[in-house]
Protein backbone atom coordinates (compact mmCIF):
# COMPACT_ATOMS: atom_id res chain seq x y z
CA UNK A 1 0.00 0.00 0.00
CA UNK A 2 2.69 2.38 1.36
CA UNK A 3 4.96 1.24 -1.64
CA UNK A 4 2.72 2.58 -4.42
CA UNK A 5 2.18 5.80 -2.52
CA UNK A 6 3.90 8.47 -4.52
CA UNK A 7 3.90 11.80 -3.22
CA UNK A 8 2.24 12.48 -6.41
CA UNK A 9 -0.80 9.84 -5.68
CA UNK A 10 -0.95 10.68 -2.15
CA UNK A 11 -1.85 14.62 -2.97
CA UNK A 12 -4.20 12.91 -6.09
CA UNK A 13 -5.72 11.19 -3.13
CA UNK A 14 -5.86 14.03 -1.19
CA UNK A 15 -7.33 16.61 -3.71
CA UNK A 16 -10.27 14.13 -3.40
CA UNK A 17 -11.40 15.74 -0.11
CA UNK A 18 -9.75 19.00 0.11
CA UNK A 19 -9.66 21.97 -2.12
CA UNK A 20 -6.59 24.59 -2.40
CA UNK A 21 -4.01 24.28 -0.41
CA UNK A 22 -1.15 22.61 -2.71
CA UNK A 23 1.75 23.70 -0.73
CA UNK A 24 0.37 21.70 2.58
CA UNK A 25 -0.53 18.65 0.47
CA UNK A 26 2.82 18.51 -0.97
CA UNK A 27 4.40 18.61 2.27
CA UNK A 28 2.70 15.81 3.99
CA UNK A 29 2.63 13.90 1.18
CA UNK A 30 6.68 14.01 0.83
CA UNK A 31 6.73 13.48 4.64
CA UNK A 32 4.74 10.39 4.37
CA UNK A 33 6.84 9.27 1.15
CA UNK A 34 10.32 9.85 3.95
CA UNK A 35 8.81 7.47 6.48
CA UNK A 36 8.99 5.06 3.78
CA UNK A 37 11.97 5.83 1.34
CA UNK A 38 13.21 5.51 5.69
CA UNK A 39 12.48 2.10 5.92
CA UNK A 40 14.12 0.54 3.19
CA UNK A 41 16.99 1.67 4.57
CA UNK A 42 20.02 -0.20 6.34
CA UNK A 43 19.16 -0.45 10.29
CA UNK A 44 22.43 1.77 11.18
CA UNK A 45 21.59 4.46 8.11
CA UNK A 46 17.75 4.08 9.69
CA UNK A 47 18.46 5.12 13.37
CA UNK A 48 20.48 8.29 12.16
CA UNK A 49 17.45 9.64 10.23
CA UNK A 50 14.82 11.07 12.03
CA UNK A 51 11.14 12.27 10.20
CA UNK A 52 10.93 15.80 9.66
CA UNK A 53 7.97 17.52 11.36
CA UNK A 54 5.40 19.95 9.90
CA UNK A 55 4.32 23.19 11.09
CA UNK A 56 1.11 24.10 9.50
CA UNK A 57 0.74 27.89 9.71
CA UNK A 58 -3.06 29.06 8.71
CA UNK A 59 -6.01 30.86 9.66
CA UNK A 60 -9.29 28.42 11.26
CA UNK A 61 -11.32 26.55 9.27
CA UNK A 62 -8.93 26.29 5.82
CA UNK A 63 -8.20 22.46 6.01
CA UNK A 64 -5.43 21.68 8.50
CA UNK A 65 -7.13 19.47 10.43
CA UNK A 66 -8.61 18.16 7.40
CA UNK A 67 -5.34 17.75 5.69
CA UNK A 68 -4.04 15.62 8.51
CA UNK A 69 -7.44 13.48 9.07
CA UNK A 70 -7.19 12.55 5.80
CA UNK A 71 -3.54 11.99 5.47
CA UNK A 72 -4.11 9.21 8.35
CA UNK A 73 -7.09 7.71 7.17
CA UNK A 74 -5.26 7.28 3.61
CA UNK A 75 -2.86 5.13 4.80
CA UNK A 76 -4.52 3.61 7.75
CA UNK A 77 -2.24 5.26 10.33
CA UNK A 78 -3.21 6.23 14.11
CA UNK A 79 -3.84 9.61 14.29
CA UNK A 80 -4.78 11.60 17.81
CA UNK A 81 -5.30 15.16 18.17
CA UNK A 82 -4.30 17.26 20.83
CA UNK A 83 -4.95 21.12 21.55
CA UNK A 84 -1.37 22.63 23.25
CA UNK A 85 -3.42 25.10 25.24
CA UNK A 86 -4.50 22.04 27.13
CA UNK A 87 -1.65 21.86 29.06
CA UNK A 88 -1.13 25.00 30.18
CA UNK A 89 -4.68 24.70 31.99
CA UNK A 90 -4.50 24.87 35.77
CA UNK A 91 -4.29 21.50 37.01
CA UNK A 92 -1.72 20.20 34.45
CA UNK A 93 1.62 18.96 35.16
CA UNK A 94 4.32 18.56 33.11
CA UNK A 95 4.02 15.09 32.45
CA UNK A 96 0.92 15.01 31.09
CA UNK A 97 1.97 15.24 28.02
CA UNK A 98 2.54 11.73 28.03
CA UNK A 99 -0.57 11.08 27.92
CA UNK A 100 -1.03 12.28 23.86
CA UNK A 101 1.25 9.04 23.29
CA UNK A 102 -0.56 6.77 25.51
CA UNK A 103 -3.82 7.64 23.67
CA UNK A 104 -2.10 6.86 20.27
CA UNK A 105 -1.36 3.79 21.49
CA UNK A 106 -5.06 3.06 22.36
CA UNK A 107 -5.96 3.98 19.27
CA UNK A 108 -3.78 2.12 16.99
CA UNK A 109 -4.35 -1.22 19.04
CA UNK A 110 -8.00 -0.33 18.42
CA UNK A 111 -7.53 -0.21 14.49
CA UNK A 112 -5.66 -3.63 14.37
CA UNK A 113 -8.11 -5.38 16.76
CA UNK A 114 -11.25 -4.40 14.59
CA UNK A 115 -9.07 -5.16 11.66
CA UNK A 116 -9.06 -8.66 13.15
CA UNK A 117 -12.04 -9.02 14.08
CA UNK A 118 -13.08 -8.04 10.67
CA UNK A 119 -10.81 -10.91 9.69
CA UNK A 120 -12.29 -13.52 11.91
CA UNK A 121 -15.52 -12.15 11.40
CA UNK A 122 -16.92 -15.63 8.94
CA UNK A 123 -15.48 -18.15 11.19
CA UNK A 124 -17.37 -16.03 14.22
CA UNK A 125 -20.70 -16.12 12.26
CA UNK A 126 -20.15 -20.05 11.73
CA UNK A 127 -19.72 -20.25 15.68
CA UNK A 128 -22.57 -18.12 16.46
CA UNK A 129 -25.10 -20.48 14.62
CA UNK A 130 -24.17 -22.98 15.77
CA UNK A 131 -24.12 -22.03 19.54
CA UNK A 132 -27.95 -20.75 18.08
CA UNK A 133 -28.73 -24.11 17.65
CA UNK A 134 -27.45 -25.49 20.49
CA UNK A 135 -29.78 -23.44 22.36
CA UNK A 136 -32.89 -24.02 20.12
CA UNK A 137 -32.25 -27.05 20.24
CA UNK A 138 -29.79 -28.47 22.95
CA UNK A 139 -28.41 -31.74 22.95
CA UNK A 140 -29.19 -34.44 25.69
CA UNK A 141 -27.73 -32.85 28.63
CA UNK A 142 -25.10 -35.79 28.64
CA UNK A 143 -23.20 -34.93 26.18
CA UNK A 144 -24.59 -31.00 25.80
CA UNK A 145 -22.93 -27.67 27.05
CA UNK A 146 -21.07 -29.19 30.69
CA UNK A 147 -18.60 -31.93 29.18
CA UNK A 148 -17.38 -34.35 32.01
CA UNK A 149 -13.75 -33.32 32.72
CA UNK A 150 -12.64 -36.83 32.09
CA UNK A 151 -14.78 -36.90 29.12
CA UNK A 152 -12.25 -34.11 27.43
CA UNK A 153 -9.43 -35.85 28.73
CA UNK A 154 -10.02 -38.85 26.84
CA UNK A 155 -11.62 -37.21 23.77
CA UNK A 156 -14.80 -38.38 24.94
CA UNK A 157 -16.92 -35.37 24.25
CA UNK A 158 -18.14 -35.76 21.21
CA UNK A 159 -18.90 -39.22 20.31
CA UNK A 160 -17.51 -41.02 23.74
CA UNK A 161 -17.88 -44.60 24.76
CA UNK A 162 -20.61 -44.15 27.31
CA UNK A 163 -22.51 -41.70 25.48
CA UNK A 164 -23.27 -43.68 22.59
CA UNK A 165 -25.99 -45.50 24.23
CA UNK A 166 -28.76 -43.70 23.46
CA UNK A 167 -27.77 -42.20 19.85
CA UNK A 168 -30.52 -45.12 18.47
CA UNK A 169 -33.16 -44.14 20.41
CA UNK A 170 -36.19 -42.66 18.29
CA UNK A 171 -36.11 -39.29 20.58
CA UNK A 172 -32.42 -38.91 19.71
CA UNK A 173 -32.99 -39.21 15.84
CA UNK A 174 -36.05 -36.86 16.16
CA UNK A 175 -33.99 -34.39 17.90
CA UNK A 176 -31.36 -34.42 15.15
CA UNK A 177 -34.03 -34.15 12.65
CA UNK A 178 -35.30 -31.13 14.33
CA UNK A 179 -31.60 -29.90 14.77
CA UNK A 180 -31.05 -30.07 10.87
CA UNK A 181 -34.33 -28.06 9.99
CA UNK A 182 -33.57 -25.95 12.14
CA UNK A 183 -29.78 -25.63 11.11
CA UNK A 184 -31.36 -24.93 7.70
CA UNK A 185 -33.76 -22.31 8.59
CA UNK A 186 -30.98 -20.50 10.85
CA UNK A 187 -28.71 -20.57 7.92
CA UNK A 188 -31.47 -18.79 5.58
CA UNK A 189 -32.01 -16.27 8.04
CA UNK A 190 -35.53 -17.01 8.11
CA UNK A 191 -36.07 -16.82 11.58
CA UNK A 192 -34.53 -13.51 12.93
CA UNK A 193 -37.39 -12.44 14.72
CA UNK A 194 -37.52 -14.95 16.93
CA UNK A 195 -36.72 -14.81 20.64
CA UNK A 196 -34.20 -17.04 21.64
CA UNK A 197 -32.52 -16.77 25.39
CA UNK A 198 -28.79 -16.44 25.77
CA UNK A 199 -26.02 -16.37 28.43
CA UNK A 200 -23.33 -12.91 27.74
CA UNK A 201 -21.11 -11.67 29.93
CA UNK A 202 -21.99 -9.11 31.90
CA UNK A 203 -20.03 -6.31 31.00
CA UNK A 204 -20.99 -3.25 32.99
CA UNK A 205 -18.32 -2.41 35.33
CA UNK A 206 -18.75 -3.38 39.14
CA UNK A 207 -19.94 -1.08 40.96
CA UNK A 208 -16.51 -0.12 42.37
CA UNK A 209 -15.31 3.51 43.20
CA UNK A 210 -12.12 4.07 42.90
CA UNK A 211 -10.16 6.87 44.23
CA UNK A 212 -6.66 6.50 42.87
CA UNK A 213 -3.69 9.50 43.56
CA UNK A 214 -2.94 11.44 40.22
CA UNK A 215 0.33 9.34 40.05
CA UNK A 216 -1.21 6.17 38.67
CA UNK A 217 -3.24 7.71 36.46
CA UNK A 218 -0.42 9.82 35.12
CA UNK A 219 1.05 5.55 34.17
CA UNK A 220 -2.22 5.58 32.41
CA UNK A 221 -3.13 2.49 34.50
CA UNK A 222 -6.77 1.98 35.13
CA UNK A 223 -7.44 1.09 38.86
CA UNK A 224 -11.14 0.16 37.66
CA UNK A 225 -10.07 -2.03 34.79
CA UNK A 226 -7.17 -3.87 36.55
CA UNK A 227 -9.36 -4.49 39.22
CA UNK A 228 -12.45 -5.56 37.36
CA UNK A 229 -10.59 -7.94 35.76
CA UNK A 230 -9.62 -9.76 38.46
CA UNK A 231 -13.46 -9.64 39.47
CA UNK A 232 -14.71 -13.19 37.92
CA UNK A 233 -16.66 -12.45 34.65
CA UNK A 234 -20.61 -12.15 35.92
CA UNK A 235 -22.53 -13.91 33.06
CA UNK A 236 -26.25 -12.73 32.26
CA UNK A 237 -29.24 -14.30 30.73
CA UNK A 238 -30.89 -12.50 27.81
CA UNK A 239 -33.53 -13.28 25.88
CA UNK A 240 -33.11 -11.37 22.67
CA UNK A 241 -34.14 -12.40 18.88
CA UNK A 242 -32.29 -14.94 16.74
CA UNK A 243 -30.58 -11.50 14.73
CA UNK A 244 -29.23 -9.80 17.87
CA UNK A 245 -28.15 -13.09 19.74
CA UNK A 246 -26.30 -13.63 16.87
CA UNK A 247 -24.58 -10.51 16.58
CA UNK A 248 -23.91 -11.15 20.16
CA UNK A 249 -22.96 -14.47 20.36
CA UNK A 250 -20.27 -13.75 17.19
CA UNK A 251 -18.75 -10.79 19.05
CA UNK A 252 -17.82 -12.92 21.93
CA UNK A 253 -16.51 -15.77 19.30
CA UNK A 254 -14.67 -13.48 17.28
CA UNK A 255 -13.06 -12.05 20.87
CA UNK A 256 -11.85 -15.69 21.58
CA UNK A 257 -10.52 -15.92 17.71
CA UNK A 258 -7.87 -13.20 18.20
CA UNK A 259 -4.67 -12.99 20.41
CA UNK A 260 -4.89 -9.96 22.10
CA UNK A 261 -1.02 -10.15 23.00
CA UNK A 262 -0.48 -9.66 18.92
CA UNK A 263 -2.85 -7.14 18.60
CA UNK A 264 -1.22 -5.26 21.08
CA UNK A 265 2.40 -5.68 20.16
CA UNK A 266 0.79 -4.81 16.42
CA UNK A 267 -0.69 -1.63 17.80
CA UNK A 268 2.13 -0.95 19.81
CA UNK A 269 4.09 -1.29 16.37
CA UNK A 270 2.29 0.93 14.25
CA UNK A 271 2.12 3.75 16.05
CA UNK A 272 5.61 3.79 16.54
CA UNK A 273 6.57 3.44 12.99
CA UNK A 274 3.06 5.12 11.38
CA UNK A 275 1.58 7.23 14.41
CA UNK A 276 0.37 11.10 13.79
CA UNK A 277 0.30 13.60 16.43
CA UNK A 278 -1.29 16.54 15.78
CA UNK A 279 -0.83 19.32 18.14
CA UNK A 280 -3.17 21.77 17.35
CA UNK A 281 -3.07 26.07 18.81
CA UNK A 282 0.70 25.51 19.22
CA UNK A 283 0.67 29.30 18.45
CA UNK A 284 -1.05 29.61 21.51
CA UNK A 285 2.22 28.18 23.42
CA UNK A 286 4.78 30.70 21.82
CA UNK A 287 6.19 33.32 23.35
CA UNK A 288 8.87 32.78 25.89
CA UNK A 289 7.84 35.25 28.70
CA UNK A 290 5.92 33.23 31.83
CA UNK A 291 2.36 34.37 31.88
CA UNK A 292 0.95 35.38 35.16
CA UNK A 293 -1.53 33.30 37.08
CA UNK A 294 -1.74 30.07 38.25
CA UNK A 295 -1.39 28.67 34.09
CA UNK A 296 1.68 26.37 33.93
CA UNK A 297 3.92 29.18 31.78
CA UNK A 298 3.86 28.87 28.01
CA UNK A 299 7.71 28.23 27.90
CA UNK A 300 7.14 25.27 30.30
CA UNK A 301 4.79 22.90 28.55
CA UNK A 302 7.08 23.86 24.94
CA UNK A 303 9.63 22.24 27.30
CA UNK A 304 7.18 19.86 28.08
CA UNK A 305 6.27 18.74 24.55
CA UNK A 306 10.04 18.94 23.44
CA UNK A 307 11.32 15.32 24.60
CA UNK A 308 8.14 13.73 22.71
CA UNK A 309 8.79 15.50 19.61
CA UNK A 310 12.42 14.59 20.01
CA UNK A 311 11.91 11.15 20.42
CA UNK A 312 11.76 9.42 24.21
CA UNK A 313 10.20 6.29 25.62
CA UNK A 314 6.65 6.88 27.36
CA UNK A 315 5.79 4.52 29.64
CA UNK A 316 1.83 3.45 28.66
CA UNK A 317 0.02 0.21 30.99
CA UNK A 318 1.09 -1.72 27.28
CA UNK A 319 4.91 -1.43 27.75
CA UNK A 320 6.94 1.58 26.55
CA UNK A 321 6.63 2.94 23.56
CA UNK A 322 8.91 5.47 21.88
CA UNK A 323 8.39 8.58 19.89
CA UNK A 324 11.50 8.47 17.24
CA UNK A 325 9.65 7.77 14.29
CA UNK A 326 6.28 9.40 15.11
CA UNK A 327 4.86 12.07 12.57
CA UNK A 328 3.87 15.13 14.47
CA UNK A 329 1.87 18.21 12.90
CA UNK A 330 1.64 21.40 14.81
CA UNK A 331 -0.42 24.03 13.79
CA UNK A 332 -1.75 27.30 14.23
CA UNK A 333 -2.89 30.79 12.93
CA UNK A 334 0.74 32.55 14.33
CA UNK A 335 -1.73 35.93 14.14
CA UNK A 336 -0.07 37.76 17.45
CA UNK A 337 3.01 34.88 17.71
CA UNK A 338 5.34 33.80 15.01
CA UNK A 339 6.98 30.36 14.84
CA UNK A 340 10.42 32.09 15.78
CA UNK A 341 9.13 32.49 19.37
CA UNK A 342 8.78 29.06 20.07
CA UNK A 343 11.89 27.85 21.66
CA UNK A 344 14.54 26.77 19.32
CA UNK A 345 14.63 23.30 19.81
CA UNK A 346 11.18 23.08 18.95
CA UNK A 347 11.77 24.80 15.83
CA UNK A 348 14.40 22.98 15.07
CA UNK A 349 11.87 19.99 15.19
CA UNK A 350 9.04 21.44 12.91
CA UNK A 351 11.90 22.27 9.87
CA UNK A 352 9.28 21.87 7.39
CA UNK A 353 6.84 25.05 7.50
CA UNK A 354 3.70 25.32 5.48
CA UNK A 355 1.37 28.35 4.82
CA UNK A 356 -2.51 27.46 4.11
CA UNK A 357 -4.17 30.11 2.02
CA UNK A 358 -7.25 32.26 3.18
CA UNK A 359 -10.00 30.39 1.05
CA UNK A 360 -11.56 32.35 -1.42
CA UNK A 361 -15.03 32.26 -3.09
CA UNK A 362 -13.85 30.33 -5.99
CA UNK A 363 -12.17 27.96 -3.21
CA UNK A 364 -15.70 28.04 -1.91
CA UNK A 365 -17.34 26.96 -4.38
CA UNK A 366 -15.33 23.75 -5.05
CA UNK A 367 -15.76 22.67 -1.61
CA UNK A 368 -19.31 23.18 -1.93
CA UNK A 369 -19.98 20.71 -4.72
CA UNK A 370 -16.43 18.94 -5.45
CA UNK A 371 -14.94 16.76 -2.59
CA UNK A 372 -16.30 13.98 -2.31
CA UNK A 373 -17.80 14.32 1.23
CA UNK A 374 -19.07 17.58 -0.69
CA UNK A 375 -21.18 19.63 1.82
CA UNK A 376 -23.99 20.14 -1.02
CA UNK A 377 -24.24 16.20 -1.88
CA UNK A 378 -24.52 15.79 2.22
CA UNK A 379 -27.67 17.75 2.45
CA UNK A 380 -28.75 16.01 -0.81
CA UNK A 381 -28.46 12.58 0.26
CA UNK A 382 -29.85 13.49 4.12
CA UNK A 383 -32.90 15.17 2.05
CA UNK A 384 -33.22 12.61 -0.37
CA UNK A 385 -34.18 10.04 2.23
CA UNK A 386 -37.32 12.15 2.97
CA UNK A 387 -38.04 11.64 -0.75
CA UNK A 388 -37.08 15.08 -1.32
CA UNK A 389 -34.73 15.63 -4.04
CA UNK A 390 -33.36 19.38 -3.99
CA UNK A 391 -31.45 20.34 -6.74
CA UNK A 392 -29.03 23.53 -6.78
CA UNK A 393 -28.29 25.75 -9.46
CA UNK A 394 -25.19 26.97 -10.15
CA UNK A 395 -26.07 30.45 -9.46
CA UNK A 396 -27.29 29.33 -6.09
CA UNK A 397 -24.15 28.00 -5.41
CA UNK A 398 -22.51 31.34 -6.37
CA UNK A 399 -24.98 32.79 -3.92
CA UNK A 400 -23.92 30.80 -1.00
CA UNK A 401 -20.21 30.90 -1.78
CA UNK A 402 -20.60 35.09 -1.99
CA UNK A 403 -22.32 35.09 1.07
CA UNK A 404 -20.06 33.31 2.85
CA UNK A 405 -17.17 35.31 1.57
CA UNK A 406 -18.85 38.77 2.87
CA UNK A 407 -19.97 37.34 6.47
CA UNK A 408 -16.44 36.23 7.30
CA UNK A 409 -15.07 39.23 6.10
CA UNK A 410 -17.98 41.47 7.84
CA UNK A 411 -17.86 39.30 10.71
CA UNK A 412 -15.31 36.81 11.59
CA UNK A 413 -13.02 35.12 9.40
CA UNK A 414 -14.15 31.06 10.04
CA UNK A 415 -12.87 29.84 6.55
CA UNK A 416 -15.31 26.75 5.29
CA UNK A 417 -16.85 26.10 8.55
CA UNK A 418 -18.86 28.95 7.15
CA UNK A 419 -20.60 27.57 4.65
CA UNK A 420 -22.31 24.74 6.75
CA UNK A 421 -23.65 27.78 9.29
CA UNK A 422 -25.08 29.06 5.58
CA UNK A 423 -26.33 25.94 4.63
CA UNK A 424 -27.95 25.26 7.36
CA UNK A 425 -30.13 28.43 7.34
CA UNK A 426 -30.84 28.04 3.62
CA UNK A 427 -32.40 24.72 4.23
CA UNK A 428 -33.99 25.60 7.36
CA UNK A 429 -37.63 25.79 5.55
CA UNK A 430 -37.25 22.51 3.36
CA UNK A 431 -35.81 20.54 6.55
CA UNK A 432 -38.28 21.19 8.38
CA UNK A 433 -41.28 20.38 6.48
CA UNK A 434 -39.55 17.45 4.55
CA UNK A 435 -41.43 14.72 4.47
CA UNK A 436 -44.30 16.19 5.32
CA UNK A 437 -46.10 16.28 1.32
CA UNK A 438 -44.48 13.08 0.12
CA UNK A 439 -41.99 12.83 -2.49
CA UNK A 440 -41.11 16.17 -3.89
CA UNK A 441 -38.53 17.80 -6.06
CA UNK A 442 -37.12 21.23 -5.18
CA UNK A 443 -34.99 23.75 -7.45
CA UNK A 444 -33.00 25.92 -5.32
CA UNK A 445 -31.76 28.98 -7.25
CA UNK A 446 -30.15 32.71 -6.26
CA UNK A 447 -33.20 34.22 -5.38
CA UNK A 448 -34.09 31.61 -2.87
CA UNK A 449 -30.67 31.56 -1.28
CA UNK A 450 -31.57 35.16 -1.28
CA UNK A 451 -34.72 35.26 -0.03
CA UNK A 452 -33.27 33.24 2.69
CA UNK A 453 -30.75 35.24 3.86
CA UNK A 454 -30.98 38.71 3.17
CA UNK A 455 -32.62 39.76 6.61
CA UNK A 456 -29.91 38.18 8.28
CA UNK A 457 -27.14 38.87 6.39
CA UNK A 458 -28.09 42.54 6.40
CA UNK A 459 -28.98 42.67 9.83
CA UNK A 460 -25.15 42.69 11.54
CA UNK A 461 -26.66 41.87 15.04
CA UNK A 462 -28.98 39.46 14.13
CA UNK A 463 -25.95 37.51 11.74
CA UNK A 464 -23.45 36.96 14.40
CA UNK A 465 -25.72 34.79 16.24
CA UNK A 466 -27.05 33.17 13.27
CA UNK A 467 -24.39 32.81 10.89
N1 LIG B 1 -9.49 23.40 1.71
C1 LIG B 1 -10.60 22.77 2.08
N2 LIG B 1 -11.21 21.92 1.24
C2 LIG B 1 -12.33 21.28 1.62
N3 LIG B 1 -12.92 21.41 2.81
C3 LIG B 1 -12.36 22.23 3.69
C4 LIG B 1 -11.18 22.94 3.37
N4 LIG B 1 -10.83 23.68 4.44
C5 LIG B 1 -11.74 23.43 5.37
N5 LIG B 1 -12.68 22.57 4.95
C6 LIG B 1 -13.84 22.11 5.72
O1 LIG B 1 -14.00 22.95 6.84
C7 LIG B 1 -14.02 22.24 8.06
C8 LIG B 1 -12.99 22.80 9.01
O2 LIG B 1 -11.68 22.58 8.53
P1 LIG B 1 -10.47 22.15 9.45
O3 LIG B 1 -10.97 21.37 10.61
O4 LIG B 1 -9.44 21.53 8.64
O5 LIG B 1 -10.00 23.58 9.97
P2 LIG B 1 -8.59 23.99 10.57
O6 LIG B 1 -7.80 24.60 9.48
O7 LIG B 1 -8.02 22.83 11.28
O8 LIG B 1 -9.06 25.12 11.57
P3 LIG B 1 -8.70 25.36 13.13
O9 LIG B 1 -7.50 26.22 13.14
O10 LIG B 1 -9.90 26.08 13.64
O11 LIG B 1 -8.52 24.04 13.76
C9 LIG B 1 -13.75 20.81 7.74
O12 LIG B 1 -14.85 20.06 8.13
C10 LIG B 1 -13.57 20.72 6.24
O13 LIG B 1 -14.53 19.85 5.70
MG1 LIG C 1 -8.10 22.30 13.31
Known amino acids: MLQELRPRQIVAELDKYIIAQEEAKRAVAVALRNRYRRSRLDPEVREEIMPKNILMIGPTGVGK?????RLAKLVNAPMVKVEATKFT???YVGR??????RELVETAIRMAK?????????KAQELAEVRLLDLLAPLPKKRGAAPNPFGLLFGLRENGGQEMEDTDSDAFTELKLRREQLRQRLSSREMEDELVEIEVEDNSAPMLEVFSGAGVEEMGINLQEVLGSMLPKRIKKRRVTVAAGR??????????LIDMDEVVTEGIERAEQLGIVFIDEIDKIAGRESSSGPDVSREGVQRDILPIVEGSTVMTKYGPVTTDHMLFIAAGAFHVAKPSDLIPE???????????KSLTEEDFRRILT????????????L??????????TDDAIDEVAKTATYVNQEMENIGARRLHTILEKVLEDISFTAGENGPQKVMIDADYVKHQLEDIVRNRDLSQYIL
Open 114 to 122: TERMAAVED
Open 89 to 91: EVG
Open 370 to 381: QPQNAIIKQYTA
Open 65 to 69: TEIAR
Open 346 to 356: LQGRFPIRVEL
Open 96 to 101: DVDAMI
Open 383 to 392: LETESIKVEF
Open 247 to 256: RLLAQEEAQK
